[in-house]
């Protein structure tokens, strides 16, 4: 019968166990500062829970040989996870979650109970801890000497020299060596660079021996941690030392016992245990509390060969912290900014930014006060080679949509606008916004729905034989103007109402246009520069492959340490530039083949397109004056369009998953958003607001994670690189733009439509709208197993999702028609179809599948819901995952 071990208290001791303290070795010393039988003391529980307890790397030594020529050698190791030395393959297995024998654990406990344990042994060397731990009444004095001397030996560890695996040897070394050589393969081993600082090493030494006849078996946790020369593989001091022998028995017997012990300590809450206990019984009291945990898997029931990969994330140890460290650390929430701890903590209260103030410009004013302290690192904060990266190839992607942009506005608007206009309106409006906004990573430009009211503007303008950049300068002023009085209301609070529901369904009508776009132009290029038949002589290549022979490369003679080095810089290099090089694999394959693709055509003169005008705009032109005041019907319809494209991006970028620490800026963003209505209505340029895919993809570029992680484990997502420079310097160069056009004309304009496919289906990918499309289309019994399927029934989901589909497909005939003057109501129509569905909803499927309102918030105990269709078992804990803190939902992988 295996067992699967818990998160990665039972028996009670029936038996008086022989047990041998340190104290009593040592008469001199007492129980370690802070120790007591009953737990923490009053003064570590204060101190307990700001540093955590360091990393354990546990290490399993197992004697080989018996009885011709005996040596230790390393066969296992555990961090998080468990590691196998598969001998055959010269190699170490994937981490997997270790599975274990209940036997082994069982034996385990009676031998250690029976055995020596020592508690803050004050041991200095490995030659003073093998002297303790052989201090037992049942060894002969001959026998303990053979013992030392076996224990003393220098253990093989499993390294790679040069291009072959190979075992660590030490016998032709000179014994001038014999201390230092070990060391410095220790520090050269490339596992310590994933290794916090900080981290401390636990051995287990496990193995059979024909002189002995009982089993003997040692607990040791040293007082002071204590490099003991090469008995780990990676140079680190020691805390825990942990011996079993024994006489030859049948099966694995020994080596079970072993790697029950190392996975008992790369256990975080038996370590928490075994690190604080003062006597053996609170060493049996914690194994017994891993025993308690432990889920059982049936025999012929499971493959025992089979390793569990590890999970993506790991599940919340709060509740299985001893009830000292619960009452010390607090509610389980790890590493929350201060939003995050404010939402954890009372879920029903909404954040700063969205409390009304009840004063006029309150929100705003708040806003300020609120970002200022945090404007001098918003430029430090860029000093970062990723953010470099991350300036490349928001840059591409800023360039393409002006350009796109730019073209499709001169067709809608008969040339009153162009790539011109795009270009000086994009690096204006943009630069300005990250110097002043709020939230200053949101990238300005125009976007699909903004595009649709221009080209109705110029109809209606055409129609009615106005002038139409003096009546879309009074549309502008207009809207500038609505747009100040929603600043001065605070309405901004109401994008409380935005959830889940209204922010998928306006990412994925953004991503589709992206993609319907890049796929319309590609289709077009296709057509106008056909692709080429087999046979045709028109593009052509040679691949030649090098022939055998040539003298060993300088490769294969660098040093382990240096290539593992150069090979994780190159990855992550790989990574961070990612994108930026598929950009230019992109351009140099054109320039080497010659292909005949258009290339990417920049303004060479700064005029305006319009032939004959300034770049200031009349206020009036041909237009009579009451023409002025009719522009306000037009501009509410915009000022809505404007408000919910502005804010939803805003909510989507701000959400508590990001981690964001500078905090966010509603009514700040959306008064910067009516400055620049008005500028852009002056000068005659594009109108710009927050575009979502793009500012996701600049925010996914910025991400930021942790770098040292331990085998096995997924890095951690530590939150953004908040800072206002990429923006800025994104911007500044699109302004250049203008200048360097015979350097971009080099560009392929495929190039940068794959980047609009790109930005457009990641985005699409990523949210849970489209994992729930999918699930449409596919069979129950190859269905994903999504927690929402274990606490919603199927048909329910599929309704729901239904009812998106339905307002996506309307959402996007209104666009593609001339109906498309209403979109922006549409749009506002989506949070009331989301209202209306709590009447088909209960509020826990809508807490699986959506978000709440404030309403339903204040209407349901904190903790959550119990739904009609739940069970009791450990599925129950699944409720949990949705308060606990989550990378980002919405996304654009970069990487």
């Known amino acids: 019968m295996e067992m699967k071990l818990p998160g990665q208290e039972g028996f009670e001791a029936s038996s008086t166990p022989t047990n041998v303290s340190a104290g009593e070795l040592d008469s001199d010393l007492g129980p370690g500062p802070g120790h007591s039988p009953d737990g923490p003391s009053a003064t570590e529980s204060k101190e307990l829970g700001v540093p955590k307890d360091p990393l354990l790397f546990i290490q399993l030594n197992e004697l080989l040989g018996w009885p011709q020529a005996l040596e230790w050698r390393e066969t296992g190791r555990w961090v998080l996870f468990e590691e196998k030395l598969e001998m055959a393959a010269g190699r170490w297995s994937a981490p997997h979650v270790p599975t274990l024998a209940l036997p082994s654990l069982q034996k385990l406990r009676s031998l250690l109970a029976e055995g020596l344990v020592l508690l803050d042994c004050p041991a200095q060397s490995l030659l003073e801890l093998v002297e303790q731990v052989t201090r037992v009444e049942s060894l002969s004095p001959e026998l303990r000497g053979q013992l030392q001397a076996l224990l003393l030996q220098r253990p093989q560890h499993y390294k790679t020299t040069g291009t072959r695996p190979c075992w660590g040897s030490t016998h032709s070394r000179k014994a001038s060596d014999d201390e230092e050589a070990p060391l410095r393969e220790q520090r050269q081993n490339p596992l310590r660079q994933k290794l916090p600082p900080g981290a401390e090493a636990g051995t287990v030494l496990s193995g059979e021996l024909g002189f002995l006849a009982q089993p003997l078996g040692a607990f040791v946790r040293l007082r002071d941690p204590v490099v003991l020369g090469s008995l780990t593989e990676v140079s680190l001091p020691s805390r825990f030392f942990c011996l079993l022998l024994g006489p030859p028995m049948l099966g694995k017997g020994y080596h079970e016992m072993a790697r029950a012990a190392a996975v008992l300590l790369s256990d975080p809450q038996f370590q928490w245990s075994v690190r604080r206990a003062s006597n053996l019984h609170d060493v049996l009291a914690a194994l017994d509390a891993f025993l308690e945990e432990v889920t059982v898997l049936p025999p012929g029931r499971w493959d025992p060969t089979a390793r569990i990969p590890p999970p993506k994330c790991l599940p919340s140890q709060h509740k299985r912290l001893p009830s000292q460290q619960r009452e010390i650390k607090g509610p389980a929430v790890p590493c929350l900014t201060s939003a995050e701890d404010r939402h954890r903590h009372d879920p029903h209260t909404p954040s700063p930014e969205l409390q009304r103030t009840g004063r006029l410009f309150g929100g705003l004013f708040q806003d300020v006060r609120r970002k200022a302290p945090w404007y001098p690192s918003d430029f430090l904060d860029a000093l970062h080679l990723q953010c470099f990266s991350a300036v490349l190839y928001i840059y591409l992607a800023t360039v393409t949509n002006a350009i796109t942009f730019g073209g499709l506005l001169g067709d809608a608007t008969d040339g009153a606008q162009g790539v011109m206009e795009s270009f000086l309106g994009t690096a204006v409006a943009g630069a300005a916004f990250c110097l002043m906004a709020g939230q200053p990573l949101t990238i300005l430009s125009s976007t699909g729905p903004v595009l649709v009211f221009e080209r109705l503007l110029f109809s209606f303008s055409r129609d009615y034989s106005l002038d139409y950049l003096p009546f879309r300068l009074w549309v502008g002023i207009w809207v500038a103007t609505f747009c100040l009085v929603l600043v001065a209301t605070e309405a901004s609070v109401l994008v409380r109402y935005f959830t889940r529901f209204t922010e998928e369904g306006f990412c994925a009508l953004i991503s589709l246009i992206f993609i319907y776009d890049a796929v319309g132009k590609m289709l077009n290029l296709a057509h106008t520069y056909p692709i080429q038949k087999a046979g045709s002589s028109a593009y052509g290549c040679l691949c030649q492959y090098p022939g055998p022979g040539g003298n060993e490369s300088q490769w294969t003679r660098t040093r382990p340490k240096d290539r593992d080095d150069i090979l994780s810089m190159v990855r992550r290099g790989l990574s961070d530039f990612s994108s930026v090089l598929a950009i230019l694999l992109g351009c140099g394959l054109d320039a080497f083949l010659g292909l005949a693709t258009p290339k990417l055509m920049v303004p060479r003169e700064f005029k305006p397109t319009l032939p004959g005008r300034g770049w200031l705009v009349s206020p009036f032109g041909a237009n009579r004056w009451w023409w002025s005041v009719a522009a306000a019907l037009p501009a509410l319809l915009l000022s809505i369009l404007i408000f919910m494209d502005q804010q939803i991006t805003a909510v989507i970028l701000n959400r508590v998953e990001y981690r964001l620490k500078k905090g966010a800026g509603f009514h700040l963003d959306l008064f910067c958003v009516a400055m620049l209505m008005l500028l852009t209505s002056v000068l005659g340029l594009p109108w710009y607001v927050s575009a979502t895919v793009i500012s996701l993809a600049h925010m996914d570029s910025l991400r930021r994670e942790s770098r040292a992680c331990a085998p096995g484990e997924?890095?951690?997502?530590?939150?953004?690189?908040?800072?206002?420079?990429?923006?800025?310097?994104?911007?500044?160069?699109?302004?250049?733009?203008?200048?360097?056009?015979?350097?971009?004309?080099?560009?392929?304009?495929?190039?940068?439509?794959?980047?609009?496919?790109?930005?457009?289906?990641?985005?699409?990918?990523?949210?849970?709208?489209?994992?729930?499309?999918?699930?449409?289309?596919?069979?129950?019994?190859?269905?994903?197993?999504?927690?929402?399927?274990?606490?919603?029934?199927?048909?329910?989901?599929?309704?729901?999702?239904?009812?998106?589909?339905?307002?996506?497909?309307?959402?996007?005939?209104?666009?593609?028609?001339?109906?498309?003057?209403?979109?922006?109501?549409?749009?506002l129509g989506l949070v009331g179809v989301r209202k209306a569905l709590e009447r088909v909803f209960s509020p826990q499927e809508l807490l699986w599948l959506d978000e709440l309102m404030p309403e339903e918030e204040r209407s349901i105990p904190e903790k959550g819901l119990e739904s009609e269709h739940s069970f009791s078992g450990n599925d129950s804990e699944d409720s949990e995952l949705m308060y606990r803190p989550k990378a980002p939902e919405i996304n654009i992988s970069v990487n």
């Open 714 to 827: 997924l890095p951690n997502f530590l939150g953004i690189r908040e800072q206002r420079l990429t923006g800025l310097v994104v911007f500044i160069l699109t302004g250049v733009s203008i200048f360097l056009a015979p350097v971009l004309k080099f560009i392929p304009m495929p190039v940068l439509y794959g980047i609009f496919l790109y930005m457009g289906v990641a985005a699409l990918s990523s949210i849970q709208f489209t994992k729930r499309v999918k699930l449409l289309l596919m069979p129950a019994k190859h269905q994903p197993d999504l927690l929402l399927l274990r606490h919603v029934p199927l048909t329910r989901v599929h309704l729901f999702t239904a009812i998106q589909l339905a307002c996506l497909g309307l959402l996007w005939i209104i666009k593609s028609t001339p109906a498309a003057i209403i979109f922006p109501l549409m749009l």
